[in-house]
């Protein structure tokens, strides 16, 4: 694979070149072209294939070298009758995705994805993964070979895949699983921890899911799993062993002590936390006095609630089990944050233009872009608008900072491009053209300034290249 094998990451291309054609020939290296590189030729025997059956559901995994905010993930199958002795192009695929994956423009807290393989496709086929960045223009692009085999009928079910952990903790763990393939007709699965079933999962079966609680702290368990159909039990899955957490000291942690607004205006304090399962859970009050909150923390070790009762500067919170109590350290409080309804992550806009969301009824949203900034109520709806006006061209962070009395959230964010209409006419940037330093262009609405000359060779990455260009205001 030349240079290729050593930059996997860095198969990345602009969100909307998929879509209009721009990486046709070029999909399975996201348009960048290494050295020694054979990543975009296409044979239907050239490459190596896993097997998968009709309407299985797969994981599909990334390596997060970096994690970015994040849009959303992608995956799309090629079509019916596709030609897979001709280089991919976007008509090779469906038109809409397999699936799509939130990101919430957060950072990505796991790159497994549950993906359902579509049951009327059989032979060699390719997946398309794509991941859309939140706080740029670009995706990542990787492509996977697949056989998917057809139906079979009146057998055992095949074993069950992937079984791993979503999470431990002292008194709980978390597993998961692949599903069976779809002509299986797996009627449930069998959990077994160290060789003794403890369970039957008759529900979900295509997404598979266990919690096994209560279990015992700093304990050492090994578990695995078995399909069940009317013709008989699969073998058993991989095995997995996991080590419980140490037993908590007792002290619960506040991990969340956000200002909410009930309908009538009062201000209330949704509260999050972890601390000993089966505890009751206290919250002091401005008083100084504990009020019980007639909640227990859950056998997973989490706590919830939402109270009037708080102290002017924090939540405090006080666990009590037999007979102990145990304070945790005051939390500050935050506004709960405003979301932002449009315009949606990622789009363009003009210099003067409209942000919607929702927030807390009476509070102060602030919404910024570049250096433009706001401030507006959220309406008894719960809904705000708000207009931003001379705007810088080109990309923007726009956010939103909510804040109840005094008290701020953390901002929530999307990205936009800002076009302005009325800017002078540059030429668009051509990625084999040969530009001299001072030289300017537009590229995917925004203004770039050439600082130094250079012949281009086609890579369509070179643009976003702080080396060749930098963004202006046209």
Not at 332 to 350: C, H, R, Y
């Amino acid at each position: 694979m030349g240079d290729a094998l050593y930059n996997k990451q860095s198969f990345e291309a602009p969100k909307t070149a998929f879509d209009t054609g721009s990486l046709d020939g070029k999909i399975a290296s996201g348009g960048t072209s290494f050295p020694g590189s054979r990543l975009n030729e296409q044979t239907s025997t050239m490459w190596a294939k896993q097997d998968f059956q009709q309407g299985q559901t797969v994981t599909a995994g990334w390596c997060l070298t970096a994690a970015h905010k994040t849009a959303s993930f992608q995956y799309y199958i090629t079509k019916k009758g596709w030609n897979p002795d001709k280089p991919l192009t976007r008509d090779s695929f469906e038109k809409e995705p397999l699936s799509t994956v939130d990101g919430n423009n957060q950072a990505p807290v796991s790159g497994l994805h549950r993906i359902p393989l579509p049951a009327d496709r059989t032979g060699y086929h390719v997946i398309l993964a794509k991941w859309n960045v939140g706080d740029t223009a670009n995706a990542f692009y990787n492509v996977m070979d697949v056989t998917v085999k057809g139906d079979s009928v009146g057998q055992k079910p095949s074993a069950p895949t992937g079984l791993h952990d979503m999470g431990v903790t002292a008194h709980q763990v978390d597993l998961m699983w692949n599903p069976a393939p779809g002509q299986d007709k797996v009627t449930g699965y069998e959990v077994w921890r160290d060789d003794k079933k403890i369970a039957d999962v008759k529900n979900g079966l295509d997404y598979p899911v266990f919690k096994d609680a209560p279990v015992s702290p700093d304990t050492r368990y090994t578990y695995k799993i078995r399909a069940v159909n009317t013709a008989g039990e699969s073998a058993f899955s991989n095995t997995h062993t996991v080590t419980t957490a140490k037993p908590s000291s007792g002290t619960p942690v506040v991990s969340q002590a956000w200002l909410v607004k009930k309908d009538d205006g009062q201000t209330l304090v949704s509260v999050k936390g972890t601390g000993e399962p089966g505890a009751q859970v206290f919250v002091k009050a401005k008083d100084g006095s504990w009020s019980d909150r007639k909640v227990t923390v859950g056998r997973n070790g989490e706590f919830a609630f939402v109270s009037g009762y708080f102290e002017q500067d924090g939540v405090t919170v006080q666990l009590r089990k037999d007979g102990q109590e145990y304070t945790s350290a005051k939390a500050a409080l935050q506004a709960a944050p405003a979301t932002i309804t449009t315009p949606a992550d990622g789009s363009e806009v003009g210099t003067a233009f409209t942000v919607t969301g929702t927030g807390e009824a009476g509070a102060e949203v602030t919404v910024k872009a570049g250096s433009t900034e706001t401030k507006v109520k959220v309406k008894a709806d719960k809904t705000w608008t708000a207009t931003l006006t001379n705007v810088t061209a080109g990309a923007q962070q726009l956010t939103a900072v909510q804040t109840i009395d005094g008290a701020k959230s953390t901002a929530t964010t999307r990205a936009v491009t800002v076009i302005d209409p009325d800017a002078p006419s540059l030429p668009a940037w051509d990625s084999r053209a040969a530009y001299t330093k001072g030289d300017r262009v537009t590229h995917d609405g925004a203004a770039y300034e050439c600082v130094q000359s250079y012949q281009g060779v086609g890579d369509p990455n070179w643009i976003t290249a702080l080396s060749l260009w930098k963004p202006v205001t046209a």
